[in-house]
């Protein structure tokens, strides 16, 4: 018998096993990410059962661009024993199927291939590259930016264009959750962590971008046109596929899920 959806309480500690086990990852070190990051809720972690064992796995993430409510799908797995019986996709078929009836018709997805989300309406609008910094990288002698600043000039900067993002509290959280450096560009910051840029907001790029010397950019293709972010050494990472998006969505890798 085929079952799908939310977990329940007493079956995180399986999900996880499960999710680590698809992903190849350390289980001490993912299960801390796992239970403390801002968006952890069971109500947004399903899965198919076969019989009663869980076979296949997906996370919702919940996004507010200015054209409607959305879902980020991440994590979407089949234990190896269970692969090519279809569970994947039915699971994102009624995941998909339940977004919509609860007002989130619009759906995002990073992805190395694309035959199961093309199956389910999907279709691959760009890429994430990434790629050196080719411009002077150093970092000011002044300090950081007030968050409370950076919030203000992303909100300006989101409400131009229905396209972008919108920042809730909850998801600004998240974006602190990792601790990322911002510091002033012309007319607006550049966030980094460590020596990974994956958000900037300016009017002209910066002559001299506050970063360390060997600082990469980490964002959508089209993103790193539209701002002029000055590249070398491009090599493709993922897929940005959408599903009932009125265009490509104008959004930062820092927003990643």
């Not at 661009?65 to 190896?80: K, S």
């Not at 131009?160 to 012309?186: G, H, I």
């Amino acid at each position: 018998m085929i079952e799908v959806r939310q977990i329940q309480e007493g079956e995180v500690a399986r999900f996880l096993e499960l999710l680590c086990e698809v992903f190849e990852l350390d289980h001490g070190r993912a299960s801390t990410v796992f239970y403390s990051e801002p968006f952890y809720d069971l109500r947004r972690k399903w899965a198919l059962f076969e019989n009663g064992h869980m076979a296949s796995i997906l996370t919702t993430t919940p996004l507010d661009f200015g054209f409607g409510n959305a879902i980020g799908i991440a994590g979407v797995g089949t234990v190896a024993s269970q692969r090519k019986k279809g569970f994947g996709e039915k699971l994102l078929q009624i995941v998909l199927e339940d977004a919509a009836r609860n007002g989130e018709p619009h759906a995002i997805l990073f992805a190395h291939q694309d035959v199961l989300y093309k199956r389910c309406g999907f279709e691959t609008v760009d890429h994430v590259i990434r790629a050196a910094i080719n411009q002077t990288c150093q970092l000011p002698y002044s300090g950081m930016i007030p968050e409370a600043q950076v919030e203000e000039m992303y909100a300006e900067w989101a409400k131009q264009n229905p396209l972008r993002l919108n920042r809730d509290e909850r998801r600004w959280r998240y974006w602190r959750y990792v601790f990322r450096e911002t510091y002033a560009a012309p007319g607006g910051y550049v966030a980094s962590e460590t020596n990974l840029c994956r958000e900037a907001i300016f009017s002209t790029p910066p002559e001299v971008w506050p970063l360390l010397p060997s600082a990469e950019w980490y964002g959508l293709r089209s993103m790193t046109k539209f701002l002029g972010v000055p590249t070398k050494h491009e090599r493709e990472e993922l897929l940005v596929m959408t599903r009932n998006f009125p265009d490509v969505p104008q959004m930062f890798m820092s927003d990643q899920f």
